[in-house]
């Protein structure tokens, strides 16, 4: 049941990984406490559908993440070390943000924006370092419709 109602309020439309996140953050209940109160439903329940849903959203990225990289070694537009080296790279980005996710909340617009550079400059050095050009790399560090990180953003 909560799961049919979820979708019917349109999960669709809360579904990207920030509204999914936002929703399950400890300090952010909002949506769930909202959707569990107006149905009448189990907050913990109406909780674990969103996490669900955002770690299939993850895996459903990562994949497509996984098939870009594997089409960007065959048409030979990076190497099988270069693509090593990028897996690589995102796990320790993924490992970064979940790290940092609870000191971002207390940061002003003006220090994430400041961190948000830093860590762009510092992808784009290590990049170059790689051998690697960012911008044929659409879909790995940023989303192919240039939503969430691009090239380190959050």
Do not use: Y
């Amino acid at each position: 049941m909560v799961g049919g109602v979820v979708s019917a309020v349109g999960l669709g439309s809360l579904a990207s990984a920030s509204a999914v996140s936002a929703a399950t953050s400890p300090n952010n209940d909002t949506i769930v406490d909202k959707l569990a109160s107006k149905f009448n439903l189990n907050k913990e329940e109406v909780k674990q559908v969103f996490e669900d849903e955002r770690k299939a959203h993850m895996a459903e990225r990562e994949a497509r993440v996984a098939d870009k990289l594997q089409a960007l070694v065959d048409n030979k537009t990076i190497t099988a070390e270069q693509k090593t080296a990028i897996e690589a790279k995102l796990t320790e980005l993924k490992s970064k943000h979940q790290a940092n996710r609870d000191a971002m909340k207390d940061m002003t617009p003006e220090e994430r924006k400041a961190k948000f550079d830093a860590e762009r400059s510092a992808l784009e050095a290590w990049a170059k370092d790689q051998g690697l050009d960012l911008s044929k790399l659409k879909g790995i560090f940023m989303s192919e419709r240039g939503h969430g990180r691009e090239h380190g953003k959050h």
